[in-house]
């Protein structure tokens, strides 16, 4: 079984630039994935801040990037801001109708 | 504006069926390319796939739970439910469902309902 991967846990100075990671154990992430990147604050349903690899969500400020790294799909934040600490979570498409999500990176910015 | 709300038992035995209901506004789930999905998470742990209905009625299921899951579309009710036969207290977690915006952008799941927590204990 295909398992989906992340940074358990990432952390950031204010101001700087953090890139999130998402691959797979077996195989390279591509666009015929769908890469989408959520966001999840505590007690709070996630945000879509990404989907279809790069394309940012309403409202989502352009800080939030998301691209294809080689093999893997990556969410880069650049100018973190103190709100930015959440939760990022990664899903892939994995076709007929299948989605599987990440396990999640904690982000922590100090 | 689309809304989702999510609805059932916030405490089930272990072995009994869970019921959930997502009642949404804002759209309608006949319309071509419309579909919802639902989605779990344990306490500080990961979010997790579950189940997809389409507008035309077709259905997809987590391979891991496929067995366990059922999801169905009441269209006049505006609403999607889910049931989850033989809970176990691993099945602990919020779950949510969302309204996914169209087929060329499958992991695009928005909005998404607040969730309701669900505890599976004897």
């Known amino acids: 079984q295909t398992v989906v991967t992340q940074e358990p846990s990432f952390s950031v100075s204010p101001g700087g630039t953090v890139t999130l990671t998402c691959g797979l154990t077996?195989?390279?992430?591509?666009?015929?994935?769908?890469p989408s990147w959520y966001q999840q604050t505590p007690g709070q349903a996630p945000r879509t801040l990404i989907y279809?690899?790069?394309i940012r969500s309403s409202g989502v400020p352009d800080r939030f990037s998301g691209s294809i790294l080689g093999n893997i799909a990556a969410l880069t934040i650049t100018g973190a801001q103190a709100d930015d600490e959440s939760d990022y979570y990664c899903?892939?498409?994995?076709?007929?109708?299948?989605?599987?999500f990440g396990g999640g990176t904690k982000l922590t910015v100090l | 504006q689309i809304t989702l709300k999510e609805s059932g038992p916030t405490l089930v035995k272990p072995t009994q069926t869970l019921t959930l209901t997502c009642t949404f506004s804002?759209?309608?789930?006949?319309?071509?390319?419309?579909?919802v999905g639902w989605f779990r998470q344990p306490p500080g742990k990961a979010l997790e796939w579950l189940a997809l209905?389409?507008?035309?009625?077709?259905?997809r299921y987590s391979p891991s739970l496929k067995t366990r899951l059922t999801i169905t579309r009441d269209t006049s009710k505006s609403q999607v439910v889910l049931t989850m036969t033989n809970m176990d207290p691993v099945d602990t977690g919020t779950y949510f469902c969302?309204?996914?915006?169209?087929?060329?952008?499958?992991?695009?799941?928005?909005?998404w309902g607040p969730g309701t927590l669900v505890t599976v204990s004897s």
């Open positions: 969302a309204h996914r915006r169209k087929i060329s952008a499958p992991n695009w799941y928005d909005p």
């Open positions: 804002g759209f309608s789930l006949s319309s071509s390319g419309v579909s």
């Open positions: 209905i389409y507008w035309d009625g077709d259905k």
């Open positions: 077996s195989g390279s992430v591509s666009t015929s994935h769908s």
């Open positions: 279809s690899t790069n």
């Open positions: 899903v892939l498409y994995m076709g007929s109708g299948l989605s599987v």
